[in-house]
């Protein structure tokens, strides 16, 4: 079945520095893929949603200048923190489409826990 | 845009007792997705249901999409301490036909006391 791989599964960094994390579809080509976050005891709350190409669209509230998104191939898109600040801190999960459409299903990744000292 | 509703928030249980979480949506679904989930680590698929009056089940977990496509039932039958976690419920949204956006319900966190 459809596979998606994210790396870093856990990663720590310091106050300032910048943090990527990538997606990977392994065995489909990923029109579309979405980031989440999840907050402490709370719900995955969609961030952005990128197509292969073309500048993501960003969800009310997110600062694209903070998570930059980038979609450059059809397996591949990377979410990178810029300057990251203890307030990061959090759990990232991408997703991926196939070309079908949500008739496709959708495959996540396993996630990055993210810590910023 | 479409919004998820689960219920309950959460929900203790002793093992052995059967259980039912609920998913509302607020529009027509094209697609309704249960996963489980243990806080901070990835989602595992159970279920995709499409087409109303669907059922679907898997060893002991049960899923039902309403005939009217907007409401799901995830059941377990004879819990399990293993079936501890968080149940969420994801479906397309209907911002285009191809479903723009994918959204998540706040999650039914389950416990089973031993």
């Known amino acids: 079945g459809a596979v998606v791989s994210q790396h870093p599964s856990r990663v720590i960094c310091k106050s300032g520095t910048s943090v990527k994390i990538e997606c990977r579809s392994l065995d489909f080509q990923a029109t579309t893929m979405f980031w989440y976050r999840q907050f402490p005891k709370k719900s995955l709350m969609l961030m952005a949603t990128s197509n292969e190409g073309s500048k993501a669209t960003y969800e009310q509230g997110v600062e694209k200048d903070k998570f930059l998104i980038n979609h450059a191939s059809l397996t591949l898109s990377t979410l990178t923190v810029t300057s990251a600040h203890p307030e990061d801190s959090s759990f990232y999960i991408c997703?991926?489409?196939?070309?079908?459409?949500?008739?496709?299903?959708?495959?996540f990744g396993s996630g990055t826990r993210l810590t910023v000292v | 845009s479409q919004e998820l509703e689960q219920s309950p928030q959460s929900l203790i249980v002793q093992e052995g007792k059967n259980l039912t979480i609920n998913c509302t949506s607020s529009k027509t679904l094209y697609g309704l997705y249960w996963y489980k989930q243990k806080y901070g680590e990835g989602l595992i698929f159970l279920m995709m249901l499409q087409k109303g009056g669907e059922e679907k089940s898997h060893e002991k977990i049960t899923a039902k999409l309403d005939e009217k496509k907007q409401q799901s039932s995830l059941h377990i039958t004879a819990s399990q301490p293993s079936h501890a976690g968080i149940y969420l419920c994801g479906a397309p949204s209907v911002r285009d036909n191809y479903g723009q956006n994918f959204v998540f319900g706040p999650g039914t966190r389950l416990s089973v006391l031993p």
């Open positions: 997703s991926a489409r196939g070309y079908m459409g949500f008739r496709d299903g959708y495959t």
